[in-house]
T-cell receptor, first 113, second 114 residues
Framework: GAVVSQHPSRVICKSGTSVKIECRSL??????MFWYRQFPKQSLMLMAT?????????EQGVEKDKFLINHASLTLSTLTVTSAHPEDSSFYIC?????????FGAGTRLSVL | AQSVTQPDIHITVSEGASLELRCNYS??????LFWYVQSPGQGLQLLLK??????LVQGIKGFEAEFKRSQSSFNLRKPSVHWSDAAEYFC????????????FGTGTRLTVIP
């Protein structure tokens, strides 16, 4: 099956620093990748959709300058949380889409101190 | 507007008992339908999907789901639950045309007791 690798699985950082999360499709080409945020015991909230070689499309209420998304190739998308603050602490999950199916990474637990 | 409803926030079943998780959706057309499972601290794993054809679909780990158009439902079932099935289950709908966007339900947490 299609595999999506997400790294790191957990990161702790100081307030004001930036954190980059990588999402790679290992055995397929994902023309579209998605970034989600999940709060404790809640469902996934779509943050943005990224297409290879073009700008990401952000959902309403998501700050594009805060959550920088780059989709440089068909197998790699990155999410950078800039100037992170404690309220950005969350579980971030990416997915890559192929043939109308989304395959998810294992998620990144971000803790901002 | 698209929406997915999972009416049961938390279900507890005994190991070996049967399971049914409910999912109802609201969509402008016949959607693609999915069930995903999430273990604590992990991403989502695809259990099964419905695109077209036979309305009873089989998935991994012994799960199945039935698409009922008249009821706008896509309930997940398993005849005999194992302790390892304890997890969070999400129903999702997607568009048949492009985009690949998914709309998720709020999830059902399954607890399995010995």
């Amino acid at each position: 099956g299609a595999v999506v690798s997400q790294h790191p699985s957990r990161v702790i950082c100081k307030s004001g620093t930036s954190v980059k999360i990588e999402c790679r499709s290992l055995d397929f080409q994902a023309t579209t990748m998605f970034w989600y945020r999940q709060f404790p015991k809640q469902s996934l909230m779509l943050m943005a959709t990224s297409n290879e070689g073009s700008k990401a499309t952000y959902e309403q209420g998501v700050e594009k300058d805060k959550f920088l998304i780059n989709h440089a190739s068909l197998t790699l998308s990155t999410l950078t949380v800039t100037s992170a603050h404690p309220e950005d602490s969350s579980f971030y999950i990416c997915s890559g889409a192929a043939k109308n199916i989304q395959y998810f990474g294992a998620g990144t637990r971000l803790s901002v101190l | 507007a698209q929406s997915v409803t999972q009416p049961d926030i938390h279900i507890t079943v005994s190991e070996g008992a049967s399971l049914e998780l409910r999912c109802n959706y609201s969509y402008g057309a016949t959607p693609y339908l999915f069930w995903y499972v999430q273990s604590p601290g992990q991403g989502l794993q695809l259990l099964l999907k419905y695109f077209s054809g036979d309305t009873l679909v089989q998935g991994i780990k012994g799960f199945e789901a039935e698409f009922k158009r008249s009821q706008s439902s896509f309930n997940l079932r398993k005849p005999s639950v194992h302790w390892s099935d304890a997890a969070e289950y999400f129903c999702a709908v997607g568009a048949k045309t492009g985009a690949n966007n998914l709309f998720f339900g709020t999830g059902t947490r399954l607890t399995v007791i010995p």
